[in-house]
């Protein structure tokens, strides 16, 4: 199956539990994100990534806590890459395919 966002983002292959052209929710734990600045980002419309803007980044003893805002849509994410990008600037996420659960959206 495939998943995209309305951002370019989240599409994974894999198993055959989501019908083709369902809507489904994709499910990642925020740790298991990946983010780089959208300059250093090989490829903005790559697979599994969407571009988003950070709203929010705060210290919490041994991550960083971010809020990133996909078009209207904040998604929350951990990281420890400590030169994660700040808040305003523009962003890549990356979302291992291993790491991502369809869920039907009904």
Do not use: K, Y
Request: aromatic fraction near 2%; glycine fraction near 4%; hydrophobic fraction near 45%.
């Amino acid at each position: 199956w495939h998943l995209r966002h309305a951002a370019h983002a989240a599409i994974q292959e894999g198993g055959d539990s989501a019908r083709a052209a369902a809507q489904v929710v994709v499910s990642i734990r925020p740790e298991s994100i990946l983010i780089e600045r959208a300059n250093d980002a090989t490829s903005r419309e790559s697979m599994n990534a969407v571009s988003g803007r950070i709203r929010e980044r705060i210290f919490i003893g041994e991550v960083v806590d971010c809020a990133v805002m996909i078009g209207s849509t904040e998604l929350r994410m951990r990281s420890n890459q400590f030169n994660a990008p700040q808040v305003n600037e523009e962003a890549v996420l990356r979302l291992p395919q291993q790491q991502c659960i369809a869920l039907a959206a009904n």
